[in-house]
T-cell receptor, first 116, second 113 residues
Framework: NAGVTQTPKFRVLKTGQSMTLLCAQDMNHEYMYWYRQDPGMGLRLIHYSVGEGTTAKGEVPDGYNVSRLKKQNFLLGLESAAPSQTSVYFC???????????????FGPGTRLTVT | GESVGLHLPTLSVQEGDNSIINCAYSNSASDYFIWYKQESGKGPQFIIDIRSNMDKRQGQRVTVLLNKTVKHLSLQIAATQPGDSAVYFCAENKGNTGNQFYFGTGTSLTVIP
């Protein structure tokens, strides 16, 4: 199993450009998440999904959109990139966490995005 | 060595010593907590979890303690090794839908050989 994969690994954008980050998981997980991590800070939740076809806002959703058309994929879009969106983006997935089980989130390797 | 995540973001310990990393969480309704380890250039990795109906849970060389009265969580690493050098995050689940977790700012642990 590859676990959680993210593409691309690095990207440089100019202000106003758009892009899509792709996250894929092969663990048949229901839940998927997008986080951003800024220097010296913890992860902040941007958007999440509780199943195919669903999306919901997290702590810092402004400026981002997401889609979950297939269970294994979760896409994060930036419609008009801003320098404030320079960050490292992590995708994660988790299972249902049934009674007594773990809600462990499995993370991808991250995408380092720079907006100039 | 011991740290408080928000006030002392770095912790240095000698190889072989025990490490204690602390975390204060915000919501008394939080019912599930996870400790993650993040090595440089990588995504966070699960270390250990604990539910709010427990005070202590042990894993391999790690122990998590939960004090709900003061909303405090700690991670103890026994016989710290150079491979333990990383940033450690606590994450709390506030009992809401979607299995959302809120992460602390992290503590950077450096193990001195």
């Amino acid at each position: 199993n590859a676990g959680v994969t993210q593409t691309p690994k690095f990207r440089v954008l100019k202000t106003g450009q758009s892009m899509t980050l792709l996250c894929a998981q092969d663990m048949n997980h229901e839940y998927m998440y997008w986080y951003r991590q800024d220097p010296g800070m913890g992860l902040r939740l941007i958007h999440y999904s509780v199943g195919e076809g669903t999306t919901a806002k997290g702590e810092v959703p402004d400026g981002y959109n997401v889609s979950r058309l297939k269970k294994q994929n979760f896409l994060l879009g930036l419609e008009s990139a801003a320098p404030s969106q320079t960050s490292v983006y992590f995708c994660a997935s988790s299972g249902w966490g049934l009674a007594g089980g773990s809600y462990e989130q499995y993370f991808g390797p991250g995408t380092r995005l720079t907006v100039t | 060595g011991e740290s408080v995540g928000l006030h002392l973001p770095t912790l240095s310990v000698q190889e072989g010593d025990n490490s204690i990393i602390n975390c204060a969480y915000s919501n008394s309704a939080s019912d599930y907590f996870i400790w993650y380890k993040q090595e440089s250039g990588k995504g966070p990795q699960f270390i250990i979890d604990i539910r709010s109906n427990m005070d202590k849970r042990q894993g391999q060389r790690v122990t998590v303690l939960l004090n709900k009265t003061v909303k405090h969580l700690s991670l103890q690493i026994a016989a710290t090794q150079p491979g333990d050098s990383a940033v450690y995050f606590c994450a709390e689940n506030k009992g809401n839908t979607g299995n959302q977790f809120y992460f602390g700012t992290g503590t950077s642990l450096t193990v001195i050989p």
